[in-house]
């Protein structure tokens, strides 16, 4: 069926640091694809956006960027700090299906001091 | 803005008890609920929507009569796990849309989850 999958299940970076997350989906219907951001034993936190009409949004600090050719979808996280430590979904909105979410598998982010 | 909050934050229970869960849109009118459950290190698996005014529609493999679904108003869904048992322990977690369908309106904005332990 569709999916949407995450290629690194842990990612540790310096403190100062730039990080990258990475995204791969398969429903090429999609059109609107969101990040969220999960910290231990709290609720998936909304970070950013961005619509299949755009290859490219910024937030403060975060980027996301869209590939639609291969798929693609990826997180940027500028200078990151300690407290982006937590576990990174990308989940893809199906509008067709009654607005569900599916969400990848997720990436934990370490950030070293 | 686009607060979702939940009650409570957890709950032990007794197997056979039932439980609500309630989940509250504070500063918005919810069209669109989810509820979904997340096990220990894994990803969130949707459980049902539910839209204001009209029954839930479940997941396949998820029990409606096990997990009672009612969203009466635009601002609170709830959860009812009925006789609970100790395989219902999870991490439940609601969302909530303002317009599902709708551009521009259907990001879902999720509440601080609800920890289930069943013994």
């Known amino acids: 069926g569709e999916s949407v999958g995450l290629h690194l299940p842990t990612l540790s970076v310096q403190e100062g640091d730039n990080s990258i997350i990475n995204c791969a989906y398969s429903?090429?219907?999609?059109?609107?694809f969101i990040w969220y951001k999960q910290e231990s034993g709290k609720g998936p936190q909304f970070i950013i956006d961005?619509?299949?009409?755009?290859d490219k949004r910024q937030g403060q600090r975060v980027t996301v960027l869209l590939n639609k050719t291969v798929k693609h979808l990826s997180l940027q996280i500028a200078a990151t700090q300690p407290g982006d430590s937590a576990v990174y979904f990308c989940?893809?909105?199906?509008?067709?299906?009654?607005?569900?979410?599916?969400f990848g598998g997720g990436t934990r982010v370490l950030v070293k001091p | 803005g686009a607060v979702v909050s939940q009650h409570p934050s957890r709950v032990i229970c007794k197997s056979g008890t039932s439980v609500k869960i309630e989940c509250r849109s504070l500063?918005?009118?919810?069209?669109?609920m989810f509820w979904y459950r997340q096990f220990p290190k894994k990803s969130l698996m949707l459980m049902a929507t539910?839209?204001?005014?009209?029954?839930?529609?479940?997941e396949q493999g998820v029990e409606k009569d096990k997990f009672l679904i009612n969203h009466a108003s635009l601002t609170l869904s709830t959860l009812t796990v009925t006789s609970a048992h100790p395989e219902d322990s999870s991490f439940y977690i609601c969302?909530?849309?303002?317009?599902?369908?709708?551009?521009?309106?259907?990001?879902?904005?999720f509440g601080p989850g609800t920890r289930l332990l069943v013994l």
């Open positions: 539910s839209n204001e005014g009209s029954k839930a529609t479940y």
């Open positions: 500063d918005f009118q919810a069209t669109t």
């Open positions: 429903n090429s219907a999609s059109d609107y």
């Open positions: 969302s909530a849309s303002m317009g599902a369908g709708l551009v521009g309106k259907e990001t879902q904005y």
């Open positions: 989940a893809e909105n199906n509008r067709a299906a009654g607005n569900k979410l599916t």
């Open positions: 961005i619509r299949s009409n755009m």
